[in-house]
């Protein structure tokens, strides 16, 4: 079985950052895409960044585009999410996402992930 932990969040003021990891340990996929999504309160799971590992691809959502990067360490087995400039619309749990055969274009759909992180706490205080 596929197992994803994050770690990384906590809390930060405004305008500071953090960086996000995603560790996978069991099966591992060669050309699998990986995403982070995350869930303000009260709010609906929105799509915030995805990495396709062969050949490399990135996507992200325009609230972060600029200001979050995603990444691999292949050889770690692990994803990275790095956010600057955090606003406190950033508060939310973010989760990890693991699509074993997932297409380019399906990339914002949280339905075609078949394993997820327990999420870790971002909070952003202004």
């Known amino acids: 079985q596929v197992q994803l932990v994050e770690s990384g969040g906590g809390l930060v003021q405004a305008g500071g950052s953090l960086r996000l990891s995603c560790t996978a340990s069991g099966r591992t996929f060669r050309n699998a895409g990986v995403a982070w999504f995350r869930q303000p309160p009260g709010k609906e799971r929105q799509f915030v960044a995805a990495i396709f590992r062969t050949p490399s691809r990135t996507s992200y959502d325009d609230a972060g585009k600029g200001r979050f990067t995603i990444s691999a360490d292949n050889a770690q087995s692990k994803v990275f999410l790095q956010m600057n400039s955090l606003e406190s619309e950033d508060t939310a749990v973010y989760y990890c996402?693991?699509?074993?055969?997932?297409?380019?274009?399906?990339?914002?759909?949280?339905?075609?992930?078949?394993?997820w992180g327990q999420g870790t706490q971002v909070t952003v205080s202004s």
């Open positions: 996402a693991l699509g074993p055969r997932i297409i380019l274009s399906s990339l914002r759909r949280p339905d075609k992930y078949d394993y």
